[in-house]
Nanobody, 116 residues
């Protein structure tokens, strides 16, 4: 069964940067939207950023200007560059792919901790 594999989470100080990556563990068909979500303890999962196959992007207001989403269609991979991190960005980050013929696939989540 194909899974999404995330990497890049960890501990960073406020103001620091992290880069998250997500790709599939096996061969999958065309991927439409690729998204990053996050869920902090006690809060609902929220959309952080999304990118269409053509490269159109959208961001949560809270991360605009600080986070950048990008994708590599040939590798079926998505990246989230996170700069100027704040304590309120701490959460488990999940990638999600909308895959032709399958529907939505989710990653297992990678934790991001922002603390001094």
């Amino acid at each position: 069964q194909v899974q999404l594999v995330e990497s890049g989470g960890g501990l960073v100080q406020p103001g620091g940067s992290l880069s998250l990556s997500c790709t599939s563990s096996g061969i999958i068909n065309k991927v439409f939207n690729m998204d990053w979500y996050r869920q902090a303890p006690g809060k609902q999962r929220e959309l952080v950023a999304g990118i269409t196959r053509g490269g159109g992007t959208n961001y949560a207001d809270s991360v605009k200007g600080r986070f950048t989403i990008s994708r590599d269609n040939a590798k079926n991979a998505v990246n989230l560059q996170m700069n100027s991190l704040k304590p309120e960005d701490a959460a488990v980050y999940y990638c999600r792919f909308n895959v032709l013929g399958i529907g939505y696939l989710w990653g297992q989540g990678t934790p991001v901790t922002v603390s001094s």
